[in-house]
Antibody
Framework: QVQLEQSGSELKRPGASVKVSCQAS????????INWVRQAPGQGLEWMGR????????TYAQGFTGQFVFSLDTSVSTAFLQITSLKTEDTAIFYC??????????????WGQGTLVTVSS | DIQMTQSPSSVSASVGDRVTITCRAS??????LAWYQQKPGKAPKLLIY???NLQSGVPSRFSGSGSGTDFTLTISSLQPEDFATYYC?????????FGGGTRVDIK
């Protein structure tokens, strides 16, 4: 069965960096892109961007450039989200999701369980 | 960027009620729209894709309709497990924006 397993919660100081992992299983990793979604405490969902798992090409939404970096290790079917120069307002749950695409459209059909990143001094 | 506006932002309903949630795109997106359900402390779950296609395993009381700029998610007979927050998302062009969400709670 398809699963996306994310790394555990993180507590970081302002100015630090964090790297969240998303390991896929149950399907061919390079057949589907990976989307990243942010959810601040008590807020809605924000699409951060996605990474093409064949080429490694990332696409970032406005507001998620520079500080946020998507990467891959296809040998272990894993996508990564690195966040640098953390600020308290970066506290959020970060989700990875598999992007299914066909003639009917594109959508996130499987999601990781989410990784809570807390930034606090 | 395409903006997605959901309404209402919250709705109180009883078990057995029919609930309708609307999502409007700021420009035409054909049928490139998905609906997700999120329960507290859980990841979102795909309900509807391509505006009206029911994802496998999702109960038939959920349905989606619309094309162009105006879309609707309908729950025909609300069940206790349906109390959650619902989000639309367009998948027409990058960025793939979500609507602000609609919370469905118990009246």
């Amino acid at each position: 069965q398809v699963q996306l397993e994310q790394s555990g919660s993180e507590l970081k100081r302002p100015g630090a960096s964090v790297k969240v992992s998303c390991q896929a299983s149950g399907y061919t990793f390079t057949n589907y892109a990976i989307n990243w979604v942010r959810q601040a405490p008590g807020q809605g969902l924000e699409w951060m961007g996605r990474i093409n798992t064949v080429t490694g090409e990332p696409t970032y939404a406005q507001g998620f450039t520079g500080q946020f970096v998507f990467s891959l290790d296809t040998s272990v079917s894993t996508a990564f989200l690195q966040i640098t120069s953390l600020k308290t307002e970066d506290t959020a749950i970060f989700y990875c999701a598999r992007e299914y695409y066909d003639s009917s459209g594109s959508y996130s059909d499987y999601w990781g369980q989410g990784t809570l990143v807390t930034v606090s001094s | 960027d395409i903006q997605m506006t959901q309404s209402p932002s919250s709705v109180s309903a009883s078990v057995g009620d029919r609930v309708t949630i609307t999502c409007r795109a700021s420009q035409t997106i054909s049928s490139w729209l998905a609906w997700y359900q999120q329960k507290p402390g859980k990841a979102p779950k795909l309900l509807i894709y391509a505006a009206s296609n029911l994802q496998s395993g999702v109960p038939s009381r959920f349905s989606g309709s619309g094309s162009g700029t105006d879309f609707t998610l309908t729950i025909s007979s609300l069940q206790p497990e349906d109390f959650a927050t619902y989000y639309c998302q367009h998948t027409n062009t990058f960025p793939l924006t979500f609507g602000g969400g609609t919370r469905v709670d118990i009246k």
